[in-house]
Structure formats: C-alpha cells, structure tokens
C-alpha cells in the first residue's frame, strides 16, 4: 500500500490541505502535490484502466512520459480529458476521474476484453471485421467504438482563457537541469538575448534529489548561487511551467506554458518562438526493463519512487524490491533503506559491478542478487510477491519474494525528441543503448547553419562532473562559430568526480521467457503492445520499424512511445536477427507531448474565429427582420420576411415589387477596384477579354475576366472615370481574389506599366433602386435629373441628394430600369434611410440576394460561380461577342485559338423549361442522354413574375437542342422532363431598362 | 514554418503573413506561340530536390511579389530578389554555390 510519510517532501506545504475527488470520493493532498501525488498518498494505486484489454494500471512515472495514469480533470467548460495525473497540480476541489471503464473502475465490464486476449493480437482488427459489409456499420463499429478510445470528449464549449504569445530570441536554452542552467551562466553578459524554457515548475533538474548526504549543503549553495544569477542577468528569460512541444523550420518553436497555482485560474498560453540557436538540454527519460505481468499497479520506475519519496514524502510502498541493469537505480534502495524501508531483494541482471554505490547498498544490508530478474509477478489488481529467475533460461521461478513495491529500471534513454523534430539525425550508441543526437547531421537554420546543440543527458552525457565540465566549453566554442565576441566562460566544478555508473544494455526478461510469459509481457503500457504482438509482426512480414509500429500500434499512443520506443526497437532487433542500428527508428513527430485544440485556437475562437463583414446597412437589415446569407466573409441579406410570410410568398413580394414598383438592394459588398494611370487603359486591355481603353469618360461597360487556360475569371461593370482612372467593379466574393490578381500580373508581367492599383471595395456602399418606379423615385430629390436623355442606359453621372455625394450609375441586373447609387461609406446608412422614406410612396421595398439571384436568372444573365466553375469558356456561356478580336492580347486569347475550346461538344449555357410548370429542378441535377450524363443544372427557381419554374444549365452541344426535351434525373427512381430554350426568359427584346 | 527575407520590407517575415506563388521565371507564352510552349507555361512545373527559385508575395505586409532562392530538402534559403528579375541574380548563384558545390547553376 502507498502512504504518505509524516515528513519530508521538498515540494508540498503540509500547513495547505488541498480538498479533491476521485471517481466521486472525496480525498485530501497537500498544496504543491500532483494529482499523482496525491492519489498515491491516499493509497491509490489502481488508478486506470488499458487501452485495449482493459487491465488494471497503476501510477509508472512521476512525469511527461506517465503511460498510464491519465485522468478526466475538471468539471463542464473546464473538463480536459487524457491529462496524465503525473504532470497536474493539486487543486482545491479538483474534480479527478479515471477514464476507459464502464461501469466504473474496479468492476469494469469490458476488462473481458483481457480474458480474450489472446485473440486481441496485432492486427486483429484488420483480420476479423472483413465482411460481412453491413455488419461494419451497425455491429463492429459501434462496439469498438464504444469499447476503444481514451477519455471523453468534453461535453461542454471550452471556457478556457488560452492565448498566443510571440517572442524572438538570440539563443532558446531548452531544459533547466545542470546543462541549462550552466548553458544559460555561460551564454550571459555577451549581449544575446537568452530564454529557457523549463516544463518543470523550478528549475535544477535531478542534481539536488541525487545529491549524497554529504554533498547536499554544497550542492543546495551552488544551486541559489546558480538561481540568483539568472535573476539578476537581464539578458536571460526563465520561462518556468512551459515545455516546449515543437520545433520547426528555421528555428521556429512551439512551447506550452501552464501556470498551475492552486486556487487561482490557470493560464494556458502557446508561445510562438523563433530562436536563432536552440540549445537543447532535455535530460533523459528512464525506461523500465520488459518482464512478465510488468504492468501491475504497484510496479513503478525506480527515479520516480524516488522523486515521489523525495519531493512529495510519499512511499509507494514499504516493501520494496528493484529490479535494474544499471548502477544509477541503487539511489533509490539507498534512499528507502535510510528511511528503514524494507527492501527484500535487489535483482541485477548484470554478472556484476564494481561501482562503490553496490557497496553503499550492501553495506545497508540490502540483499543483491547479480544474474536475476522477475520471472514473474503476483496479484490481480496490485502487486504482491515477484517470483525471481535467472536472467538466461526461460524463467523458472527460483524463489517467490512477497512485496507490495516493485522499482524498475532499464536504464536511462536520452531525450531526443525535439532534435528530430526539424531533421536532426540520431546515432546509434550500441554500448550504452540508446539513439542520441548526431553531432555531424544537426537541424539547420534558415542560412543553412547548424542552429541546435544538445548538452548533458540528452546528448547522452550524465555524469554532473562530465556536464559541469563540457557545457562551458561547447558554449564557448558555439560563440566563437557565431562570431561573439567576449571573454571565455569558466566555471569551477562543485561536482564531484565519481566512478562511472554503468548501465548494461539489456531490455527484455529473462533471455529465453517462453513463448506464454511474452504474451504477458508489456512493452507499450498506453496502447497494450506485448513482446508477443511485435513478434507477431515480424512473422507476418511486418519487418520495417515503420510497418511494425503501425500494425502493432507500438509508441502510437499519446505518451509517443517514451518508455517504449527503445525496448520495441530492441525485440523487433532480436526477432529480426538484426543489429539494432540497421533497423532504425521511427520518426518523433511534434507535439512532443498533447497539448489542448483550445490552446492551438488560441483567441480565435467564438466570434474571432472568422471575423464576420458587415455592410454600413447592417444595422437597417438586422432591424428589418432579415435572414443572413454568407458571401465570401460578408454577411448579406438572403430575404426581409414580414409578418406571417412563407419564404416563397417573401420571395415573390420581393421580386414582383420590382417587377412592378420598385425594390432597393444593398449590393455593399460588390468589389470595387481603381485601376489608375496614364497606363491603366492598356493594362485593363490585357485584362479584360473586352476592349476597356476605348471606354469614354462617363460610361460604364461590362467585362469579363478570363484566365490563361480561357476559362471565366471573373465578371463586373468598369466605369471610367476620368482619363487615368477606371473604376473595376468585381463579384461580390471575387474582390480580393481579382484585386490579388491584378497586383500579381502588374507586378511579376507588366511591371513597365505606369499603373496603381488600390481595392476600394469598403470604402464606397452601393444601393441598387431597380424598378419601373426607380426614376420616379430618385427625382424625388429635387437636385438631379435622371432623364433617359441626362442619364442613358450604361452611363453615370455624379451628384448629390440633398448633401450626399452620390456616384448614380444606371446599369441593370434585373432588366428593369435601375440605378445603383455609389456612396461613401459613412454615409450609406444615411442615403439607405432616406430612399426608404421618400420610397414610401411608391411602395417601395428592400429585396435580398435571393429574390436578386432569381430576378437575374429570369433575364439569363450568369453569376460566376453558379453557371460557371474554372471550366467554362465566354463562348460556352453564348458570350462570344465579348471576346475581341481587335486586341493584340490578353489574357486568355492563346487558349481561344486551341481546338479543345471550340469542340462542338463543349457544355453550352441554355435556359431549361420544365414540363410541368410547377416542379423545380433540384440544383446541380444531371441530364440523362442514352444512359450519359450531357450536362447540368447551374441556376433553378420558381419565377414569381413568369408564374413557372426556370433554370439555366450546362449542356454538351446546348444551344443547338433549342427546342428538344431532355430528362433530368433527380433520383434513380424518379426523373423531371424539360424543355431546352434561349436562357433569356423575360423581356428577351430589352423594352424594360429604359422604363 | 519558414522566414524568409522581403526586400522591400526590408524585414524578415514568417510564412503566415506570405503566400507561396510557385516557381519562378516562368515565360509568358502568348496568342503567338507554339502549343507546345503554350502548355509548357500553362502546365508543366518543375519539381526538383534540391534548390528551386520560387516566387512569394508578402500578402500581409507590403503586399509586393519577390523571388527567392530555397533548397527543398533542407529549407535552406539562398536569398530574395525582386520579382522583376527574369532570371536568378549573380549574388545569389554565388550564395548557392559556396554551400552547394555540385550545383549547376539556374536551368530555365
């Protein structure tokens, strides 16, 4: 049983009880405890369910690599699932929950799963569900759904307050154990700037917990002395609580900052780093030996027993056995046994070693057995006897030891991750065991230098002597390479100087385990891969470690394989009879360790997470009761419902006041570019398929763009202004798109034009008053004449009502006649108010981009985007006639020479007359000929003024079926017949847009 | 994410204020031209390992078009040079060439 010591603890304030819940009980822990912790001082040691059997696990680490013990934190907006329990500050009435059980923990229903494993294998998924197809969808899937999965998503929006912070510095040091520390001492006072980053909430690393008795006085002075001067350096950042999960191309990092206080609201923020040198000093993870039932709750790595005992006076058990191959793991039996905690046994898979600690450890009366290992573990949800083997043979139990604490240590694996994360390469250390950075292959920065350095444990250095040693010298070599100049950097050792601790570089126990023991024995903890599972995939064929990993899903989990990836890497080695550096690695990929979405949103999220674009007359339409429609980023008014109103019955009033009176749109959002200088007239040449140079000051023309390959760009009315300025009108989506446009072929094609370009959309509004009635209307106010012979059709004049600037353009989408007002935006609500007032009278009424869409397709006229899609040509659209033949070039006039743009063949735009009247095609149905589809559908609706549906559509060879019937399928059981006509339904001769 | 140099900012800037506008000194081939050159400028992109000349616009900032030179497989940037360029600068061949010995210079 776990208990809490009565003293001791360096990091938790016993004079602060700290209430929270576990799975509804309610338990107290100290200020300063993990949520780790606290569960094991509270003698739980059962804290978790597996991924895949669901079996019991227990507490394995006392950090960021934890496999196990992930939890649901927190409560409704607040509820974070899968956060490891190792890494969590106690909070007052936290609220902690273990995930992947049902019904609860200790009666979990689907643990079965675990009497079956046998069957559960790699790659057992993809062997068994195959067929039949329909039991897919109603029987596997949504058993394994409701069987497989971490934690629960949370249920609630994320209240969270995250934000994104960005920073530049000269050197980012990564880490705060001795290297640095040391790093940071050394880089100072020679004007860089310095951040470190240290995921812990203090910084110093391992160096003060594994300090001897003797040397702790020393060590604990040099330590503030070290603190006290990265305070006062003012060229160093210490950024405490943030790890960082990321490293990009040229020095771009991603780090997680997560200031945990008790009682007071975390702050979660992502800071977006760009560092020119990146010092890595991550340390190294310890990883556990492989032997059989090695994933009992009760069993734990011997650092972590240690830093539980050390740091938070908690004991993970009083009796307690180690199992190692390495010198480093006595520290912890050391530390128990002068705490009088009994250790029955020491099992040390190497023939022997002669480091002074094993003499340490003897001379405390601990009973060490060279040659030995755990053949095998007792207890169903808890450890409690280990069966000692020898670490050849197949693992005949030699003696039963009863415990209730098992340590483990495999060694200890450099923490390279973030080396690989930007193309570091890694070598293979085959003495030690384990990959570590490669001197020669480093991640490079932008100008192609080496912009990383890994120091101390990450770069397989772990002696305090050797970094205290090594780190000033490479800090003052990297200065010398990045030309700095200032004094060397020297430091006295205070560490010191001891025999090597060794560690014999085994991972899997005992040697010849049978092939039953392997199927208990558990590589990766998070995702249930055994010795067993990777064999398997070898056999199948699975030989590359990338396959391997995918089919067995080794290191797949959301730890990312840090305890596992070495011992994988080993068995598959062994099964594969090959050196360990001939099978490679797997690729460490960011985040280093999971980070929240929230955190990767950041601010932008709710109503920053895209930015709404309002018209001035927003207000008016929110007012007036209309319904949004997106637009690109703007929003427009679909429709202005009143009263009791059907969506059809607002559409046809809409339509039919302006048919018969007349209706106002805010058309705001149409783009609206100026083209200036004494070149803007050729430029626009090249543009537009038709001529815009010999445009008169005065008069509008409508244009088309075209791209390259000939297909249709883009469509809108130019108005030249005066000789130098034409004012380009674009679709409403289309602005910024044609605006980019432009700049790029000014830029990059004709740069020798004399032309500026600027996107005026937001600065003028536009009303359109369309009507028979708009004349009327408009001469309201008293100051302008709109008289056919004043203002004729495709002119514009400029003018005030009442002492509004005005720009009145009479051009016409609906075939009526129709003005549209262009007006600086300020004052666009005003004008809006008085055309409404004055409009009174003639029963004016303001119309949406519906009741607009259908007034255009009563005339034929296109909208890009609808009856065009990046494929259609002017001419399939009937359009030829603005398509010049004069123009030396333009855009587009290459591709209308080419054979495949002139095929009969090619889909024509047609007007589409149903049969009956009353049925309207469903947008974007098929014609149907002999089986083929010939075409489709672009543009459909009821026409309210013609009382009938219509629609326009693309149809192979279209213009010449004038007359024919065609079925257009709406299903495979049902078709709609209709009639292929001239796409102008409505007033084909034009009498209307005079008035 | 990458940084790259804008010569008329004179700034660096990162990848998220840019937009990438593909390879650059591409020929345009007008109405007079051979089929065959039309397609080639329409279609055919190169697409090496190693260094390319690529064009970006600094969309969030200044708004102009410039080129640069960069190594695909290492992200290593040569440097930026105005848009008006019809072919690589000789600065910056010589940048590419003390680090890349066997580079053969700009092919069209």
């Given at each position: 049983?776990?208990?809490?010591?009565?003293?001791?603890?360096?990091?938790?304030?016993?004079?602060?009880?700290?209430?929270?819940?576990?799975?509804?009980k309610?338990l107290?822990?100290?200020?300063?405890?993990?949520?780790a912790?606290?569960?094991?001082?509270?003698?739980?040691?059962?804290?978790?369910?597996?991924f895949?059997?669901?079996?019991?696990?227990g507490?394995?680490?006392a950090?960021?690599?934890?496999?196990?013990?992930?939890?649901?934190?927190?409560?409704?907006?607040?509820?974070?699932?899968?956060?490891?329990?190792?890494?969590?500050?106690?909070?007052?009435?936290?609220?902690?929950?273990?995930?992947?059980?049902?019904?609860?923990?200790?009666?979990?229903?689907?643990s079965?799963?675990?009497?079956?494993?046998?069957?559960?294998a790699?790659?057992?998924?993809?062997?068994?569900?195959?067929?039949p197809?329909?039991?897919?969808?109603?029987?596997?899937?949504?058993?394994i759904?409701?069987?497989?999965?971490?934690?629960?998503?949370?249920?609630?929006?994320?209240?969270e307050?995250?934000?994104?912070?960005?920073?530049?510095?000269?050197?980012?040091?990564?880490?705060?154990?001795?290297?640095?520390?040391?790093?940071?001492?050394?880089?100072?006072?020679?004007?860089?700037?310095i951040?470190?980053?240290?995921?812990?909430?203090?910084?110093?690393?391992?160096?003060?917990?594994?300090?001897?008795?003797?040397?702790?006085?020393?060590?604990k002075?040099f330590?503030?002395?070290?603190?006290?001067?990265?305070?006062k350096?003012?060229?160093?950042?210490?950024?405490?609580n943030?790890?960082?999960?990321?490293?990009?191309?040229?020095?771009?990092?991603?780090a997680?900052?997560?200031?945990?206080?008790?009682?007071?609201?975390?702050?979660k923020?992502?800071?977006?780093?760009?560092?020119?040198?990146?010092?890595l000093?991550?340390g190294?993870?310890?990883?556990?030996?492989?032997?059989?039932?090695?994933?009992?709750p009760?069993?734990?790595?011997?650092?972590?027993?240690?830093?539980?005992?050390?740091?938070?006076?908690?004991?993970?058990?009083?009796?307690?056995?180690?199992?190692?191959?390495?010198?480093?793991?006595?520290?912890?039996?050391?530390?128990?046994?002068?705490?009088?905690i009994?250790?029955?046994?020491?099992?040390?898979?190497?023939?022997?070693?002669?480091?002074p600690?094993?003499?340490?450890?003897?001379?405390?009366?601990?009973?060490?057995?060279?040659?030995?290992?755990?053949?095998?573990?007792?207890?169903?949800?808890?450890?409690?006897?280990?069966?000692?083997?020898s670490?050849?043979?197949?693992?005949?139990?030699?003696?039963?030891?009863?415990c209730?604490?098992?340590?483990?240590?495999?060694?200890?694996?450099?923490?390279?991750?973030?080396w690989?994360?930007?193309?570091?390469?890694?070598?293979?250390?085959?003495?030690?065991?384990?990959?570590?950075?490669?001197?020669?292959?480093?991640?490079?920065?932008?100008?192609?230098?080496?912009n990383?350095?890994?120091?101390?444990?990450?770069?397989?250095?772990?002696?305090?002597?050797?970094?205290?040693?090594?780190?000033?010298?490479?800090?003052?070599?990297?200065?010398?390479?990045?030309?700095?100049?200032?004094?060397?950097?020297?430091?006295?050792?205070v560490?010191?100087?001891?025999?090597?601790?060794?560690?014999?570089?085994i991972?899997?126990?005992?040697?010849?385990?049978?092939?039953?023991?392997?199927?208990?024995?558990?590589?990766?903890?998070?995702?249930?891969?055994?010795?067993?599972d990777?064999?398997?995939?070898?056999q199948?064929?699975?030989?590359?470690v990338?396959?391997?990993?995918r089919?067995?899903?080794?290191?797949?989990?959301?730890?990312?394989?840090?305890?596992?990836?070495?011992?994988?890497?080993?068995?598959?080695?062994?099964?594969?009879?090959?050196?360990?550096?001939?099978?490679?690695?797997?690729?460490?990929?960011?985040?280093?360790?999971p980070?929240?979405l929230?955190?990767?949103?950041?601010?932008?999220?709710?109503?920053?997470?895209?930015?709404?674009?309002?018209?001035?007359?927003?207000?008016?339409?929110?007012?007036?009761?209309?319904?949004?429609?997106?637009?690109?980023?703007?929003?427009?008014?679909?429709?202005?419902?009143?009263?009791?109103?059907?969506?059809?019955?607002?559409?046809?009033?809409?339509?039919?006041?302006?048919?018969?009176?007349?209706?106002?749109?805010?058309?705001?959002?149409?783009?609206?570019?100026?083209?200036?200088?004494?070149?803007?007239?050729?430029?626009?040449?090249?543009?537009?398929?038709?001529?815009?140079?010999?445009?008169?000051?005065?008069?509008?023309?409508?244009?088309?763009m075209?791209?390259?390959?000939?297909?249709?760009?883009?469509?809108?009315?130019?108005?030249?202004?005066n000789?130098?300025?034409?004012?380009?009108?674009?679709?409403?989506?289309?602005?910024?798109?044609?605006y980019?446009?432009?700049?790029?072929?000014?830029?990059?094609?004709?740069?020798?034009?004399?032309?500026?370009?600027?996107?005026?959309?937001?600065?003028?509004?536009?009303?359109?008053?369309?009507?028979?009635?708009?004349?009327?209307?408009?001469q309201?106010?008293?100051?302008?004449?709109l008289?056919?012979?004043?203002?004729p059709?495709?002119n514009?004049?400029?003018?005030?009502?009442?002492?509004?600037?005005?720009?009145?353009?009479?051009?016409?989408f609906?075939?009526e006649?129709?003005?549209?007002?262009?007006?600086?935006?300020?004052?666009?609500?005003?004008?809006?108010?008085?055309?409404?007032?004055?409009?009174?009278?003639?029963?004016?009424?303001?119309?949406?981009?519906?009741?607009?869409?259908?007034?255009?397709?009563?005339?034929?006229?296109?909208?890009v985007?609808?009856?065009?899609d990046?494929?259609?040509t002017?001419?399939?659209?009937?359009?030829?006639?603005?398509?010049?033949?004069?123009?030396?070039?333009?855009?587009g006039?290459?591709?209308?020479?080419?054979?495949?743009?002139?095929?009969?063949i090619?889909?024509?735009?047609?007007?589409?007359?149903?049969l009956d009247t009353?049925k309207?095609?469903?947008?974007?149905?098929?014609?149907?000929?002999?089986?083929?589809?010939?075409?489709?559908?672009?543009?459909?609706?009821?026409?309210?003024?013609?009382?009938?549906?219509?629609?326009?559509?693309?149809?192979?060879?279209?213009?010449?079926?004038?007359?024919?019937?065609?079925?257009?399928?709406?299903?495979?059981?049902?078709?709609?017949?209709?009639?292929?006509?001239?796409?102008?339904?409505?007033?084909?001769?034009?009498?209307k847009?005079?008035? | 994410?990458?940084n790259?140099?804008?010569?008329i900012?004179?700034?660096?800037?990162?990848?998220?204020?840019?937009?990438?506008?593909?390879?650059a000194?591409?020929?345009?081939?007008?109405?007079?031209?051979?089929?065959?050159?039309?397609?080639?400028?329409?279609?055919?992109?190169?697409?090496?390992?190693?260094?390319?000349?690529?064009?970006?616009?600094?969309?969030?900032?200044?708004?102009?078009?410039?080129?640069?030179?960069?190594?695909t497989?290492?992200?290593?940037v040569?440097?930026?040079?105005?848009?008006?360029?019809?072919?690589?600068?000789?600065?910056?061949?010589?940048?590419?060439r003390?680090?890349r010995?066997?580079?053969?210079?700009?092919?069209?």
């Amino acid at each position: 049983m776990s208990s809490r010591l009565p003293q001791e603890g360096s990091r938790i304030n016993r004079e602060k009880t700290v209430d929270f819940r576990f799975n509804g009980k309610n338990l107290k822990g100290f200020y300063g405890d993990t949520v780790a912790s606290a569960l094991l001082a509270n003698n739980e040691m059962f804290v978790a369910r597996s991924f895949k059997y669901h079996r019991p696990r227990g507490i394995f680490s006392a950090g960021e690599e934890e496999p196990n013990a992930l939890m649901g934190i927190g409560e409704g907006p607040f509820f974070e699932p899968n956060i490891r329990a190792t890494e969590v500050k106690l909070k007052q009435n936290m609220n902690v929950a273990s995930q992947n059980h049902w019904p609860s923990l200790k009666f979990d229903f689907l643990s079965i799963n675990n009497l079956f494993s046998r069957f559960f294998a790699a790659g057992f998924y993809y062997k068994t569900f195959m067929w039949p197809r329909a039991a897919w969808k109603y029987l596997f899937e949504p058993m394994i759904r409701r069987a497989s999965g971490l934690g629960n998503a949370p249920r609630e929006y994320d209240e969270e307050h995250y934000e994104h912070i960005y920073h530049h510095t000269d050197v980012l040091i990564i880490g705060g154990g001795l290297a640095g520390i040391t790093a940071a001492k050394a880089l100072r006072d020679r004007g860089l700037s310095i951040m470190l980053c240290e995921k812990d909430c203090v910084i110093g690393g391992r160096y003060l917990e594994d300090s001897k008795i003797e040397e702790k006085d020393r060590y604990k002075k040099f330590h503030e002395k070290s603190i006290g001067i990265l305070k006062k350096s003012k060229d160093i950042s210490v950024k405490l609580n943030t790890t960082v999960t990321g490293i990009f191309d040229h020095g771009f990092v991603l780090a997680y900052e997560e200031n945990q206080h008790s009682n007071t609201a975390t702050k979660k923020a992502l800071w977006k780093i760009r560092a020119k040198t990146i010092i890595l000093c991550t340390g190294a993870i310890e990883r556990p030996i492989v032997f059989p039932d090695n994933d009992l709750p009760g069993i734990m790595l011997a650092a972590s027993v240690r830093d539980y005992l050390q740091k938070y006076g908690v004991l993970l058990g009083d009796r307690l056995v180690l199992t190692t191959n390495n010198d480093y793991a006595y520290k912890t039996v050391i530390e128990l046994k002068r705490r009088g905690i009994d250790i029955p046994v020491v099992l040390d898979a190497r023939a022997s070693s002669d480091n002074p600690i094993i003499k340490e450890a003897k001379g405390l009366g601990v009973r060490i057995l060279f040659g030995k290992c755990i053949g095998k573990v007792e207890g169903k949800r808890k450890a409690s006897a280990i069966g000692i083997c020898s670490v050849n043979g197949e693992g005949t139990i030699e003696e039963l030891i009863p415990c209730n604490a098992i340590a483990v240590s495999g060694g200890w694996t450099p923490n390279v991750n973030l080396w690989s994360h930007c193309g570091g390469k890694l070598l293979w250390d085959g003495e030690c065991g384990f990959y570590k950075p490669d001197p020669e292959n480093t991640p490079m920065g932008r100008e192609g230098e080496t912009n990383m350095l890994a120091l101390g444990a990450c770069a397989g250095v772990f002696s305090n002597y050797d970094i205290q040693d090594q780190v000033p010298r490479k800090i003052n070599q990297l200065a010398s390479r990045l030309k700095i100049k200032s004094k060397r950097y020297i430091e006295t050792n205070v560490f010191s100087k001891e025999p090597e601790k060794k560690t014999k570089p085994i991972f899997v126990l005992p040697h010849g385990a049978s092939k039953d023991k392997q199927k208990r024995m558990y590589i990766d903890f998070q995702n249930d891969v055994k010795v067993s599972d990777l064999q398997l995939a070898v056999q199948e064929g699975f030989e590359n470690v990338e396959h391997a990993k995918r089919y067995t899903t080794l290191g797949m989990a959301t730890d990312q394989g840090k305890t596992s990836n070495i011992n994988g890497i080993h068995v598959l080695s062994q099964s594969l009879g090959k050196p360990v550096d001939k099978i490679g690695h797997t690729t460490f990929r960011p985040p280093y360790k999971p980070i929240p979405l929230g955190l990767i949103a950041g601010q932008y999220a709710k109503k920053l997470f895209k930015p709404v674009r309002k018209t001035p007359i927003d207000k008016w339409n929110l007012l007036n009761n209309a319904i949004w429609e997106p637009v690109a980023d703007w929003r427009r008014a679909y429709a202005y419902p009143k009263g009791n109103e059907g969506l059809e019955e607002t559409l046809s009033r809409e339509v039919l006041s302006v048919r018969k009176n007349v209706g106002l749109l805010d058309s705001s959002t149409l783009g609206k570019i100026l083209v200036k200088g004494p070149d803007a007239g050729r430029f626009l040449d090249l543009i537009y398929t038709n001529m815009m140079s010999t445009l008169k000051v005065g008069k509008c023309r409508y244009g088309l763009m075209c791209n390259e390959a000939g297909f249709v760009f883009d469509d809108g009315v130019v108005a030249r202004l005066n000789d130098q300025s034409f004012l380009c009108h674009t679709t409403s989506g289309g602005a910024d798109r044609v605006y980019a446009w432009l700049e790029e072929w000014l830029q990059t094609e004709w740069h020798h034009l004399k032309v500026f370009i600027v996107n005026l959309t937001e600065q003028y509004s536009q009303i359109a008053v369309a009507g028979p009635k708009s004349r009327e209307l408009l001469q309201t106010f008293k100051s302008i004449d709109l008289s056919a012979e004043k203002l004729p059709f495709m002119n514009f004049i400029e003018t005030n009502i009442d002492d509004i600037w005005v720009r009145i353009y009479r051009i016409s989408f609906s075939g009526e006649l129709s003005y549209e007002l262009a007006v600086n935006s300020n004052q666009a609500e005003e004008l809006w108010n008085k055309l409404i007032k004055v409009g009174k009278k003639y029963k004016v009424q303001p119309y949406g981009t519906e009741a607009l869409h259908i007034l255009r397709a009563e005339k034929g006229f296109i909208v890009v985007g609808d009856e065009t899609d990046g494929t259609v040509t002017p001419h399939d659209l009937g359009m030829e006639w603005i398509v010049s033949k004069k123009k030396k070039d333009f855009i587009g006039k290459k591709a209308f020479s080419l054979p495949h743009l002139n095929s009969s063949i090619r889909k024509q735009l047609v007007g589409i007359l149903t049969l009956d009247t009353n049925k309207v095609l469903p947008d974007g149905c098929h014609a149907v000929e002999d089986g083929k589809a010939i075409g489709h559908v672009t543009s459909t609706y009821f026409s309210p003024t013609l009382k009938r549906s219509i629609a326009l559509g693309l149809i192979e060879n279209g213009r010449s079926r004038k007359g024919s019937t065609l079925e257009f399928e709406i299903s495979s059981k049902e078709s709609i017949f209709a009639k292929i006509v001239d796409p102008n339904f409505y007033d084909p001769e034009g009498a209307k847009q005079d008035g | 994410m990458l940084n790259l140099f804008c010569p008329i900012c004179q700034r660096d800037c990162d990848e998220t204020e840019l937009s990438c506008g593909g390879q650059a000194h591409l020929i345009r081939r007008d109405h007079a031209s051979s089929d065959k050159d039309f397609y080639e400028y329409l279609y055919e992109r190169k697409n090496d390992k190693g260094i390319i000349f690529e064009r970006w616009r600094h969309v969030y900032g200044c708004g102009k078009w410039f080129h640069t030179a960069r190594c695909t497989l290492t992200n290593q940037v040569f440097g930026s040079y105005s848009a008006k360029e019809v072919q690589p600068p000789k600065s910056i061949l010589a940048t590419i060439r003390r680090s890349r010995v066997d580079f053969k210079g700009w092919v069209k």
